[in-house]
């Protein structure tokens, strides 16, 4: 069972071009982060949400966590061919009151054409 | 900073054959944990320790066994190699909060 759920799968844009990338669940988690990947390295975090309805900003990047705190997303402005990489979300479940253990999405994997 | 440092980069291994990945990290982080990662199926948990002596199963463990003697190591061991271990494979820390992971940069793995 995929807890949760990375859409879309693909993404393929021009430089310059909005997007947006989705992440859900059915299951309530204490914090989410999303991760982006580069080829031949591991995921790097880019940022941590924790409260139902939250929103942060980090440059282009525009993240939003679910009132409910199922989903989240990723909005990037003005895309550039530095973007390009997989991007994962990740949800910590409570477990014993530690957030120690992740859940990752399969990713979406964008490319950003110049 | 190190950060986690995952050895060998890539390495070919032969049916049956066993072998040790290395991961080390500098952070004093008390979790520690081993990924792999196969195309279009994200990052599955195959062990994880929450400090040095404590280790546990993931949603993957069958074919690897880990150890974690100190809160530096976290080697991961694969015995009797098979095909379907061929995988990306990453090691990660964290201070358990809620900061993320520190990832190292991966071991590519092939079984021939």
């Known amino acids: 069972t995929q807890l949760l759920e990375q859409s879309p799968q693909f993404l393929s844009i021009q430089e310059g071009e909005n997007l947006t990338v989705y992440c859900n669940s059915s299951s309530v988690f204490s914090s989410l982060q999303w991760y982006r990947q580069e080829p031949g390295e591991g995921p790097v975090l880019l940022v941590t949400?924790?409260?139902?309805?939250e929103v942060k900003k980090l440059k282009r990047l525009t993240f939003q966590f679910g009132d409910a705190r199922k989903d989240s997303s990723l909005h990037i402005t003005a895309a550039q061919p530095g973007d390009t990489g997989l991007y994962l979300c990740a949800g910590a479940r409570e477990s014993g009151g530690s957030n120690y253990k992740l859940t990752f999405g399969k990713g979406t994997l964008l490319t950003v054409n110049p | 900073n190190a950060g986690v440092t995952q050895t060998p980069k890539f390495r070919i291994l032969k049916i049956g054959q066993s072998m040790t990945l290395q991961c080390t990290q500098d952070?004093?982080?008390?979790?520690m944990y081993w990924y792999r990662q196969d195309p279009g199926m994200g990052l599955k948990l195959i062990y994880y320790?929450?400090?040095?002596?404590?280790?546990d199963k993931g949603e993957v463990p069958n074919g690897y066994n880990v150890s974690r003697s100190t809160t530096e190591d976290f080697p991961l061991r694969l015995e009797l190699a098979a095909p379907s271990q061929t995988s990306v494979y990453f090691c990660?820390?964290?201070?358990?909060?809620?900061?993320?992971?520190?990832f190292g940069s991966g071991t590519r793995l092939t079984v021939v």
């Open positions: 320790s929450v400090g040095a002596g404590i280790t």
């Open positions: 952070m004093n982080h008390n979790y």
């Open positions: 990660a820390s964290s201070t358990g909060g809620k900061g993320g992971y520190t």
């Open positions: 949400v924790v409260t139902g309805g």
